[in-house]
């Protein structure tokens, strides 16, 4: 099954991947390695998804949150692909950044979001390392931001 098929099969709508509002690239590709730059909390509707988890949106909130930002990713990786997903080798890491109050440590939990929706696209080479952080504030007062690193065929 390809990477599209599955998309389909999960009934996923990926987001338009965007262009970054910023001095920067969304996408950079070094040797086989595709970085994708932070890609924020929006809804389906195109909303950002704002607030801190703790205080403002509990961890399921959270882990959507974190989930829509992995959507964006792979519309990222997509475009970066010119549109042929079969050029993903594996997904080497995600690196999410959860805007949460001083006494929330639920950050691995809420992250689970995009990587659990980047395993299920993905399977075994979906795997990837990790790292997920707590920040006091986040670009537009978005709830979460991933990054991530694919390496390619």
């Keep these: 099954m390809t990477f599209e098929s599955k998309i389909k099969e999960l009934g996923i709508v990926l987001p338009e ?18 970085y994708i730059s932070g890609q924020i909390s929006i809804n389906e509707n195109g909303e950002l998804i704002k607030g801190k988890v703790g205080k403002d949106l509990n ?3 959270g882990y959507n949150a974190a989930k829509r930002c992995a959507l964006s990713i792979v519309s990222q ?6 549109d042929d997903l079969s ?5 080497v890491k995600l690196t999410g950044f959860v805007n949460s109050n001083d006494t929330f440590t639920e950050q691995p939990k809420v992250i689970n979001g995009a990587s659990d929706l ?3 696209i993905f399977g075994d080479i979906g795997t990837h390392t990790r790292a997920a952080v707590s920040t006091n504030s986040l670009p537009l007062g978005v709830s979460v931001e991933v990054d991530a690193i694919f390496e390619l065929n």
Excluded: F, H, R
């Excluded at 509002?21 to 086989?32: F, L, P, Q």
């Excluded at 990786?77 to 010119?82: D, H, L, S």
């Excluded at 050029?87 to 997904?91: A, L, T």
């Design 17 to 34: 991947a965007t262009a970054p509002v910023g001095s920067y690239v969304a996408t950079k590709i070094v040797g086989n390695l595709l």
């Design 59 to 61: 961890t399921e909130d």
């Design 118 to 120: 980047i395993a299920s």
């Design 87 to 91: 050029k993903v080798k594996s997904c």
């Design 77 to 82: 990786v997509k475009k970066a692909c010119n």
